[in-house]
Nanobody, 115 residues
Framework: QVQLVESGGGLVQAGGSLRLSCAAS????????MGWYRQTPGKQRELVAA???????NYADSVKGRFTISRDNAKNMVYLQMNSLKPEDTASYYC?????????WGQGTQVTVSS
């Protein structure tokens, strides 16, 4: 079992930046690949970015070149740096392991991008 707590969301104008943080209650190396997901009302949650224990990353096409995922294994933290934000990035953002577990979902953090 693990608790994941997301933070760092907010309201930002298009073109702005935000940095999201995910704090895990236990060693994230033991969890393995971590991911950031987002969800808007009426839509399925989608994977935005993932990072493995070695720092290898992959991104959804919609965020490539704008978002950067990183992790600090010593602090059990996962981050998502979001630049050049667009209104379509508006969503609730969550972290979870790469194959998400239902019991790992946290409250998420809301990101709202105004045009």
């Amino acid at each position: 079992q693990v608790q994941l707590v997301e933070s760092g969301g907010g309201l930002v104008q298009a073109g702005g930046s935000l940095r999201l943080s995910c704090a895990a209650s236990r060693n994230i190396v033991s969890i393995g690949t971590m991911g950031w997901y987002r969800q808007t009302p009426g839509k399925q949650r989608e994977l935005v970015a993932a990072i493995d224990n070695s720092g290898g990353t992959n991104y959804a096409d919609s965020v490539k070149g704008r978002f950067t995922i990183s992790r600090d294994n010593a602090k059990n933290m996962v981050y998502l740096q979001m630049n050049s934000l667009k209104p379509e990035d508006t969503a609730s953002y969550y972290c979870n392991q790469y194959y998400p577990r239902d019991d790992y979902w946290g409250q998420g953090t809301q990101v709202t991008v105004s045009s």
